[in-house]
Protein backbone atom coordinates (compact mmCIF):
# COMPACT_ATOMS: atom_id res chain seq x y z
CA UNK A 1 0.00 0.00 0.00
CA UNK A 2 1.36 3.51 -0.72
CA UNK A 3 2.16 5.45 1.81
CA UNK A 4 2.65 9.43 2.12
CA UNK A 5 1.77 12.28 4.07
CA UNK A 6 -1.60 11.34 4.65
CA UNK A 7 -4.08 14.19 3.91
CA UNK A 8 -1.78 16.63 2.35
CA UNK A 9 -3.02 18.16 -1.06
CA UNK A 10 -1.52 21.24 -2.84
CA UNK A 11 -4.17 24.01 -4.16
CA UNK A 12 -3.12 25.80 -7.26
CA UNK A 13 -5.03 28.54 -6.71
CA UNK A 14 -3.82 29.10 -3.24
CA UNK A 15 -0.20 29.73 -4.14
CA UNK A 16 0.88 25.90 -4.17
CA UNK A 17 0.40 25.89 0.11
CA UNK A 18 -0.19 22.45 1.74
CA UNK A 19 -2.68 22.12 4.17
CA UNK A 20 -4.35 19.52 6.28
CA UNK A 21 -7.52 17.63 4.09
CA UNK A 22 -10.86 17.95 6.01
CA UNK A 23 -12.31 14.84 7.53
CA UNK A 24 -12.07 11.49 5.38
CA UNK A 25 -15.45 12.04 3.50
CA UNK A 26 -14.32 15.07 2.31
CA UNK A 27 -10.88 14.62 1.70
CA UNK A 28 -11.85 14.22 -2.44
CA UNK A 29 -15.13 15.82 -3.20
CA UNK A 30 -16.93 14.35 -6.02
CA UNK A 31 -18.35 17.63 -6.83
CA UNK A 32 -14.54 19.07 -7.83
CA UNK A 33 -13.70 15.82 -9.71
CA UNK A 34 -16.83 13.53 -11.11
CA UNK A 35 -19.35 15.42 -13.29
CA UNK A 36 -22.53 14.36 -14.42
CA UNK A 37 -21.77 11.47 -16.35
CA UNK A 38 -18.69 9.12 -17.06
CA UNK A 39 -17.52 9.07 -20.47
CA UNK A 40 -18.28 6.38 -22.59
CA UNK A 41 -16.04 3.41 -21.47
CA UNK A 42 -17.41 0.39 -22.77
CA UNK A 43 -14.49 -0.79 -25.10
CA UNK A 44 -11.86 1.96 -23.68
CA UNK A 45 -8.26 0.51 -23.31
CA UNK A 46 -6.67 0.86 -20.35
CA UNK A 47 -3.67 2.09 -20.63
CA UNK A 48 -2.21 1.67 -16.66
CA UNK A 49 -3.91 0.59 -13.50
CA UNK A 50 -1.79 0.81 -10.02
CA UNK A 51 -2.42 1.89 -6.46
CA UNK A 52 -1.92 5.56 -5.18
CA UNK A 53 -3.12 7.35 -2.18
CA UNK A 54 -6.07 9.72 -3.03
CA UNK A 55 -7.20 11.84 -0.23
CA UNK A 56 -7.07 9.43 3.08
CA UNK A 57 -7.89 6.33 1.10
CA UNK A 58 -5.72 3.70 -0.83
CA UNK A 59 -7.14 3.60 -4.44
CA UNK A 60 -7.46 1.23 -7.13
CA UNK A 61 -6.64 3.95 -10.02
CA UNK A 62 -7.17 3.23 -14.09
CA UNK A 63 -6.08 5.19 -16.70
CA UNK A 64 -7.49 5.02 -19.76
CA UNK A 65 -7.71 6.68 -23.30
CA UNK A 66 -10.35 8.90 -21.97
CA UNK A 67 -10.53 8.79 -18.40
CA UNK A 68 -8.55 8.77 -15.04
CA UNK A 69 -10.59 6.76 -12.61
CA UNK A 70 -10.52 5.74 -8.86
CA UNK A 71 -11.92 3.83 -6.52
CA UNK A 72 -11.43 3.18 -2.84
CA UNK A 73 -9.92 -0.46 -1.72
CA UNK A 74 -12.07 -1.61 0.76
CA UNK A 75 -11.93 -4.79 2.85
CA UNK A 76 -14.59 -7.56 1.64
CA UNK A 77 -17.50 -7.72 4.68
CA UNK A 78 -18.72 -11.38 4.77
CA UNK A 79 -22.09 -9.85 4.70
CA UNK A 80 -23.71 -6.93 1.96
CA UNK A 81 -23.54 -3.77 2.90
CA UNK A 82 -24.63 -0.99 1.22
CA UNK A 83 -22.99 1.80 3.11
CA UNK A 84 -19.76 0.40 2.37
CA UNK A 85 -20.94 -0.31 -1.51
CA UNK A 86 -21.33 3.72 -1.31
CA UNK A 87 -18.25 4.67 -0.29
CA UNK A 88 -16.59 2.59 -2.90
CA UNK A 89 -18.60 5.14 -5.89
CA UNK A 90 -16.08 5.08 -8.65
CA UNK A 91 -14.95 8.45 -9.85
CA UNK A 92 -12.75 9.94 -12.05
CA UNK A 93 -11.65 12.78 -14.10
CA UNK A 94 -11.91 13.21 -18.13
CA UNK A 95 -8.09 13.36 -19.54
CA UNK A 96 -9.07 16.96 -21.47
CA UNK A 97 -9.25 18.46 -18.71
CA UNK A 98 -5.70 18.09 -17.35
CA UNK A 99 -3.59 20.08 -18.52
CA UNK A 100 -0.72 19.82 -16.50
CA UNK A 101 1.15 17.29 -14.48
CA UNK A 102 4.56 17.51 -12.28
CA UNK A 103 6.47 15.05 -9.70
CA UNK A 104 5.24 15.64 -6.15
CA UNK A 105 8.50 16.25 -3.88
CA UNK A 106 8.98 17.15 -0.46
CA UNK A 107 12.34 19.72 0.06
CA UNK A 108 14.69 19.70 3.06
CA UNK A 109 17.47 21.63 3.80
CA UNK A 110 19.93 19.02 4.69
CA UNK A 111 19.08 17.35 1.54
CA UNK A 112 21.37 17.94 -1.92
CA UNK A 113 19.15 15.86 -4.24
CA UNK A 114 15.86 16.66 -5.79
CA UNK A 115 14.04 15.98 -2.73
CA UNK A 116 11.70 13.15 -1.45
CA UNK A 117 9.54 11.54 -4.00
CA UNK A 118 5.92 12.06 -2.55
CA UNK A 119 3.60 10.60 -6.10
CA UNK A 120 2.65 12.75 -9.00
CA UNK A 121 0.09 16.00 -9.19
CA UNK A 122 -2.32 16.96 -11.56
CA UNK A 123 -3.33 20.30 -12.11
CA UNK A 124 -7.31 20.24 -13.74
CA UNK A 125 -9.61 22.82 -15.25
CA UNK A 126 -12.95 22.64 -14.29
CA UNK A 127 -16.19 24.27 -15.76
CA UNK A 128 -17.67 26.12 -13.39
CA UNK A 129 -21.05 28.20 -13.76
CA UNK A 130 -21.35 31.00 -16.77
CA UNK A 131 -18.56 28.96 -18.75
CA UNK A 132 -15.80 30.64 -15.99
CA UNK A 133 -12.78 27.85 -15.53
CA UNK A 134 -11.10 27.15 -12.06
CA UNK A 135 -7.63 25.65 -11.61
CA UNK A 136 -7.89 22.73 -8.86
CA UNK A 137 -5.13 19.95 -8.32
CA UNK A 138 -4.89 16.27 -7.73
CA UNK A 139 -2.38 14.24 -6.18
CA UNK A 140 -1.45 10.73 -6.70
CA UNK A 141 0.71 9.60 -3.66
CA UNK A 142 3.16 6.68 -4.49
CA UNK A 143 6.93 6.34 -2.88
CA UNK A 144 8.00 4.25 -5.92
CA UNK A 145 10.01 6.19 -8.35
CA UNK A 146 10.15 3.51 -10.98
CA UNK A 147 6.21 3.81 -10.36
CA UNK A 148 5.67 6.92 -10.74
CA UNK A 149 7.80 7.57 -13.06
CA UNK A 150 5.71 5.06 -15.19
CA UNK A 151 2.82 6.84 -15.11
CA UNK A 152 4.53 10.80 -15.68
CA UNK A 153 5.89 9.64 -18.79
CA UNK A 154 2.10 8.06 -19.59
CA UNK A 155 0.69 11.44 -18.91
CA UNK A 156 3.19 13.56 -20.46
CA UNK A 157 2.66 11.83 -23.35
CA UNK A 158 -1.46 12.76 -23.54
CA UNK A 159 -0.74 15.96 -22.34
CA UNK A 160 1.60 16.27 -25.47
CA UNK A 161 -1.47 15.83 -27.92
CA UNK A 162 -2.21 13.35 -30.76
CA UNK A 163 -0.23 15.10 -33.78
CA UNK A 164 1.72 12.26 -35.01
CA UNK A 165 -0.47 11.84 -37.91
CA UNK A 166 2.80 9.74 -39.77
CA UNK A 167 2.16 6.72 -37.33
CA UNK A 168 -1.67 6.83 -37.90
CA UNK A 169 -0.99 6.36 -41.74
CA UNK A 170 1.48 3.64 -41.37
CA UNK A 171 -0.95 1.42 -39.02
CA UNK A 172 -4.04 2.59 -39.82
CA UNK A 173 -4.76 3.41 -36.46
CA UNK A 174 -2.45 4.82 -33.58
CA UNK A 175 -2.17 1.60 -31.60
CA UNK A 176 1.14 0.57 -29.80
CA UNK A 177 0.25 -3.00 -30.35
CA UNK A 178 -0.16 -2.24 -34.13
CA UNK A 179 2.89 -0.66 -34.31
CA UNK A 180 4.87 -3.43 -32.23
CA UNK A 181 3.51 -5.99 -34.27
CA UNK A 182 4.83 -4.33 -38.20
CA UNK A 183 8.44 -4.10 -36.33
CA UNK A 184 8.56 -7.80 -34.88
CA UNK A 185 7.41 -8.46 -38.44
CA UNK A 186 9.75 -7.25 -40.33
CA UNK A 187 7.58 -4.78 -41.95
CA UNK A 188 9.39 -2.23 -43.76
CA UNK A 189 7.21 0.73 -45.41
CA UNK A 190 9.60 3.48 -47.72
CA UNK A 191 8.14 6.76 -46.84
CA UNK A 192 8.09 10.02 -48.98
CA UNK A 193 9.62 13.22 -47.06
CA UNK A 194 9.03 16.86 -47.96
CA UNK A 195 11.71 19.69 -47.23
CA UNK A 196 10.38 22.76 -46.68
CA UNK A 197 12.73 26.29 -47.52
CA UNK A 198 12.48 30.16 -48.00
CA UNK A 199 14.41 32.02 -50.14
CA UNK A 200 16.86 29.21 -50.66
CA UNK A 201 17.22 28.73 -47.00
CA UNK A 202 16.45 25.24 -45.67
CA UNK A 203 13.49 25.39 -42.55
CA UNK A 204 13.17 21.37 -41.79
CA UNK A 205 11.93 17.84 -43.33
CA UNK A 206 7.95 17.67 -42.94
CA UNK A 207 5.03 15.21 -43.90
CA UNK A 208 2.29 17.85 -44.03
CA UNK A 209 1.99 21.83 -44.10
CA UNK A 210 -1.29 24.29 -43.60
CA UNK A 211 -0.96 27.94 -44.32
CA UNK A 212 -4.32 30.41 -43.81
CA UNK A 213 -7.02 28.29 -41.47
CA UNK A 214 -4.64 25.77 -40.34
CA UNK A 215 -1.66 27.71 -39.62
CA UNK A 216 -3.67 30.55 -38.18
CA UNK A 217 -5.57 28.21 -35.54
CA UNK A 218 -2.76 26.49 -34.46
CA UNK A 219 -0.40 29.84 -33.53
CA UNK A 220 -3.99 30.78 -31.53
CA UNK A 221 -3.81 27.56 -29.85
CA UNK A 222 -0.32 27.36 -28.82
CA UNK A 223 -1.44 31.34 -26.64
CA UNK A 224 -3.30 28.83 -24.44
CA UNK A 225 -0.92 26.34 -23.56
CA UNK A 226 -2.29 26.20 -19.81
CA UNK A 227 -5.44 24.60 -21.23
CA UNK A 228 -5.64 20.97 -22.65
CA UNK A 229 -4.47 20.01 -25.91
CA UNK A 230 -8.63 19.29 -26.86
CA UNK A 231 -9.58 22.06 -25.09
CA UNK A 232 -7.28 24.79 -26.54
CA UNK A 233 -7.38 23.54 -30.15
CA UNK A 234 -11.29 23.27 -29.82
CA UNK A 235 -10.72 26.97 -28.44
CA UNK A 236 -8.58 28.04 -31.26
CA UNK A 237 -10.67 26.34 -34.30
CA UNK A 238 -14.02 28.05 -32.67
CA UNK A 239 -12.37 31.62 -32.69
CA UNK A 240 -10.43 31.35 -35.76
CA UNK A 241 -13.91 30.25 -37.70
CA UNK A 242 -15.17 33.62 -35.50
CA UNK A 243 -12.81 35.87 -37.25
CA UNK A 244 -12.48 33.72 -40.75
CA UNK A 245 -10.43 35.67 -43.11
CA UNK A 246 -8.56 34.71 -46.44
CA UNK A 247 -4.89 35.30 -47.19
CA UNK A 248 -4.00 37.04 -50.55
CA UNK A 249 -1.13 34.72 -52.05
CA UNK A 250 0.19 33.46 -55.19
CA UNK A 251 0.67 29.48 -55.42
CA UNK A 252 2.93 27.89 -57.88
CA UNK A 253 2.86 24.33 -58.62
CA UNK A 254 4.93 21.23 -60.63
CA UNK A 255 1.94 18.87 -61.46
CA UNK A 256 3.00 15.34 -60.57
CA UNK A 257 4.68 13.22 -63.66
CA UNK A 258 3.68 9.53 -63.11
CA UNK A 259 5.44 8.09 -65.94
CA UNK A 260 8.54 9.63 -64.39
CA UNK A 261 10.26 6.66 -62.94
CA UNK A 262 10.58 7.40 -58.71
CA UNK A 263 14.42 6.54 -58.49
CA UNK A 264 15.09 8.85 -61.93
CA UNK A 265 13.09 11.68 -59.76
CA UNK A 266 14.64 11.31 -56.70
CA UNK A 267 18.25 11.55 -58.36
CA UNK A 268 17.13 14.30 -61.21
CA UNK A 269 14.75 16.05 -59.35
CA UNK A 270 16.36 19.34 -58.84
CA UNK A 271 17.00 19.35 -62.49
CA UNK A 272 14.15 18.60 -63.42
CA UNK A 273 12.50 21.58 -61.35
CA UNK A 274 14.20 24.33 -63.14
CA UNK A 275 12.18 23.63 -66.64
CA UNK A 276 9.67 26.51 -65.79
CA UNK A 277 7.31 25.52 -68.70
CA UNK A 278 6.07 23.04 -66.19
CA UNK A 279 5.19 25.37 -63.64
CA UNK A 280 1.54 26.48 -63.25
CA UNK A 281 0.15 29.43 -61.25
CA UNK A 282 -3.04 30.15 -59.43
CA UNK A 283 -3.61 33.19 -57.27
CA UNK A 284 -6.24 35.22 -55.04
CA UNK A 285 -7.92 34.87 -52.07
CA UNK A 286 -7.57 31.54 -50.43
CA UNK A 287 -9.02 31.05 -46.79
CA UNK A 288 -6.56 27.71 -46.84
CA UNK A 289 -4.07 25.45 -48.21
CA UNK A 290 -3.01 22.27 -47.48
CA UNK A 291 0.28 20.22 -49.19
CA UNK A 292 0.50 16.98 -48.13
CA UNK A 293 2.73 13.83 -48.99
CA UNK A 294 1.03 11.39 -46.88
CA UNK A 295 -2.79 10.66 -46.21
CA UNK A 296 -2.71 12.23 -43.00
CA UNK A 297 -5.35 9.98 -41.11
CA UNK A 298 -6.20 11.22 -37.79
CA UNK A 299 -9.24 10.57 -35.27
CA UNK A 300 -11.14 13.86 -37.16
CA UNK A 301 -10.64 12.33 -40.47
CA UNK A 302 -11.08 8.56 -40.68
CA UNK A 303 -10.29 8.77 -44.33
CA UNK A 304 -7.43 11.54 -43.82
CA UNK A 305 -6.97 14.99 -44.41
CA UNK A 306 -5.75 13.94 -48.24
CA UNK A 307 -7.30 10.72 -48.92
CA UNK A 308 -6.05 10.65 -52.55
CA UNK A 309 -2.57 10.30 -51.75
CA UNK A 310 -0.49 7.51 -50.55
CA UNK A 311 2.77 7.30 -48.44
CA UNK A 312 5.16 6.59 -51.31
CA UNK A 313 4.05 7.22 -54.53
CA UNK A 314 6.18 9.78 -55.13
CA UNK A 315 3.62 12.62 -55.22
CA UNK A 316 1.93 15.36 -52.73
CA UNK A 317 -1.86 16.28 -52.50
CA UNK A 318 -2.20 20.01 -53.15
CA UNK A 319 -5.76 21.32 -51.53
CA UNK A 320 -6.27 24.99 -52.39
CA UNK A 321 -9.59 26.40 -50.78
CA UNK A 322 -10.59 29.72 -51.70
CA UNK A 323 -12.83 32.44 -50.15
CA UNK A 324 -16.01 31.63 -49.64
CA UNK A 325 -18.99 32.18 -46.83
CA UNK A 326 -18.32 30.84 -43.13
CA UNK A 327 -21.13 28.63 -43.30
CA UNK A 328 -19.78 27.15 -46.41
CA UNK A 329 -16.66 27.05 -45.45
CA UNK A 330 -17.52 24.75 -41.82
CA UNK A 331 -19.38 22.80 -44.35
CA UNK A 332 -16.03 21.79 -45.79
CA UNK A 333 -14.63 21.20 -42.59
CA UNK A 334 -17.60 18.95 -41.48
CA UNK A 335 -16.99 16.62 -44.40
CA UNK A 336 -13.62 15.30 -42.78
CA UNK A 337 -15.58 13.69 -40.31
CA UNK A 338 -17.53 11.66 -42.74
CA UNK A 339 -16.77 9.30 -45.36
CA UNK A 340 -18.30 11.89 -47.95
CA UNK A 341 -16.32 13.39 -50.25
CA UNK A 342 -14.63 17.22 -48.46
CA UNK A 343 -13.50 18.08 -51.73
CA UNK A 344 -16.77 18.44 -53.82
CA UNK A 345 -17.36 22.58 -53.45
CA UNK A 346 -16.58 24.45 -55.85
CA UNK A 347 -14.42 26.84 -54.21
CA UNK A 348 -12.34 23.65 -53.33
CA UNK A 349 -9.69 22.72 -56.11
CA UNK A 350 -7.30 20.18 -55.69
CA UNK A 351 -3.96 19.21 -57.30
CA UNK A 352 -1.09 15.96 -57.75
CA UNK A 353 2.02 17.55 -57.42
CA UNK A 354 5.97 17.00 -56.97
CA UNK A 355 7.00 21.03 -55.99
CA UNK A 356 4.82 23.84 -54.74
CA UNK A 357 5.50 27.86 -53.91
CA UNK A 358 3.14 29.53 -51.40
CA UNK A 359 4.06 33.11 -51.67
CA UNK A 360 2.06 35.40 -49.45
CA UNK A 361 0.80 39.23 -50.74
CA UNK A 362 -0.46 40.40 -47.63
CA UNK A 363 -1.40 44.02 -47.77
CA UNK A 364 -2.65 44.14 -44.55
CA UNK A 365 -1.70 46.68 -42.10
CA UNK A 366 1.57 46.07 -39.35
CA UNK A 367 0.22 43.33 -36.64
CA UNK A 368 -1.66 44.60 -33.75
CA UNK A 369 -0.77 42.70 -30.52
CA UNK A 370 -4.36 42.77 -29.88
CA UNK A 371 -5.27 40.75 -32.37
CA UNK A 372 -4.44 37.30 -32.22
CA UNK A 373 -5.15 35.71 -35.26
CA UNK A 374 -3.33 38.84 -37.50
CA UNK A 375 -0.01 38.15 -39.00
CA UNK A 376 3.56 38.12 -36.75
CA UNK A 377 6.53 40.71 -35.99
CA UNK A 378 9.83 39.41 -36.30
CA UNK A 379 12.96 41.15 -36.43
CA UNK A 380 12.98 41.01 -39.95
CA UNK A 381 9.57 42.61 -40.35
CA UNK A 382 5.96 40.69 -40.47
CA UNK A 383 5.83 36.55 -40.58
CA UNK A 384 2.81 34.11 -41.43
CA UNK A 385 2.05 31.25 -38.82
CA UNK A 386 2.75 27.39 -41.02
CA UNK A 387 1.34 24.21 -39.45
CA UNK A 388 4.04 22.21 -40.19
CA UNK A 389 3.12 18.22 -38.91
CA UNK A 390 1.41 19.82 -35.63
CA UNK A 391 3.99 22.50 -35.50
CA UNK A 392 4.11 26.05 -35.64
CA UNK A 393 6.09 27.35 -38.10
CA UNK A 394 6.87 31.16 -38.48
CA UNK A 395 7.66 32.50 -41.92
CA UNK A 396 7.94 35.92 -43.43
CA UNK A 397 8.32 35.13 -47.34
CA UNK A 398 7.98 32.24 -49.71
CA UNK A 399 7.56 28.70 -48.45
CA UNK A 400 9.05 26.27 -51.47
CA UNK A 401 8.27 22.49 -50.87
CA UNK A 402 9.77 19.64 -52.72
CA UNK A 403 8.71 15.92 -52.38
CA UNK A 404 11.50 12.95 -52.08
CA UNK A 405 10.20 10.13 -53.03
CA UNK A 406 10.88 7.60 -50.50
CA UNK A 407 13.58 8.80 -48.42
CA UNK A 408 13.25 7.12 -45.34
CA UNK A 409 12.04 3.36 -44.44
CA UNK A 410 10.08 3.32 -41.37
CA UNK A 411 7.94 -0.10 -40.07
CA UNK A 412 4.81 -0.39 -41.01
CA UNK A 413 2.44 -1.49 -43.65
CA UNK A 414 0.10 -0.71 -46.95
CA UNK A 415 -3.19 0.70 -45.51
CA UNK A 416 -5.24 1.49 -48.70
CA UNK A 417 -7.73 -1.22 -47.46
CA UNK A 418 -8.13 0.27 -44.11
CA UNK A 419 -9.11 3.98 -46.16
CA UNK A 420 -12.89 3.74 -46.55
CA UNK A 421 -13.88 4.63 -49.90
Known amino acids: MPRGRRGSRVSALEGGREEEAPPAADAVPSVLWASGQQPEAAAEQILLRGIFEIGRDSCDVVLSERALKWQPIQPERPTGDSKCDFLRKEEFIELKDIFSVKLKRRYSVRQQNCGTL???TLFICLRKEQNKLKDSTLDLINFSEDHCDTWFRQFQKILAGSTNVLAHSL?????????????IMGHIQPVDV??????????RFGFSAMFGFGGRALALAEKYRWMSPNQRMDFAIIKTLAKLKPEDC???????????????RSTEGSRKSDCNDQWQMTQGQFLNVSIMAIPCLCSVAPRGLAPNTRLNNGSMALIITRNTSRSEFIKHLKRYTSVKNQFNFPFVETYTVAEVKVHPRSNSSRHNPEEEDGPYETTSGKSFPWNIDGDLMEVASEVHVRVHPRLINLYGGRIEEMIPK
Open 171 to 183: HGIPHVVTATLHI
Open 250 to 264: EIAFLPFNSSQDLEE
Open 194 to 203: CTFSTTGKFI
Open 118 to 120: LGI
